[in-house]
């Protein structure tokens, strides 16, 4: 499997009470469970675990450049055993 989700620009995401689980981020390398490249995220009571990155953000990642600038709000969530050589939740532009 591909990544998951994916929220870009002016996109928003609202999520609530799921399993985000198997997500592999070959191509771009972060952001396995979610990549938010601008946008916003808004995520709760949910669990995100098992995704795998080659470079940051296995569970969630806020990358790039965008305006405006990607943010999440994380509410109540278990994000755990995502492995990347960086950290399950990663954030700063590329």
Same mark, same amino acid.
Request: aromatic share 0%.
């Given at each position: 499997m591909d990544r998951v989700l994916g929220v870009s620009n002016t996109g928003n995401l609202t999520i609530s009470g799921v399993t985000i689980t198997g997500g592999q981020a070959v191509e771009f390398g972060? +952001?396995? +469970?979610? *990549?938010? #490249?601008? +946008?916003? #995220?808004?995520?709760?009571?949910?669990?995100?675990?098992?995704?795998?990155a080659l470079s940051g953000g296995g569970g969630i990642a806020l990358a790039g450049a965008a305006n405006p600038p990607a @943010?999440?709000?994380?509410? $109540?969530?278990?994000?755990? $055993?995502?492995?990347?050589?960086?950290?399950? *939740?990663? @954030?700063?532009?590329?």
């Open positions: 972060q +952001g396995a +469970g979610i *990549l938010v #490249l601008g +946008g916003a #995220l808004a995520i709760s009571e949910c669990r995100v675990i098992g995704n795998a @943010t999440a709000t994380v509410t $109540r969530c278990e994000i755990a $055993r995502s492995p990347s050589p960086a950290r399950s *939740l990663s @954030t700063g532009a590329r």
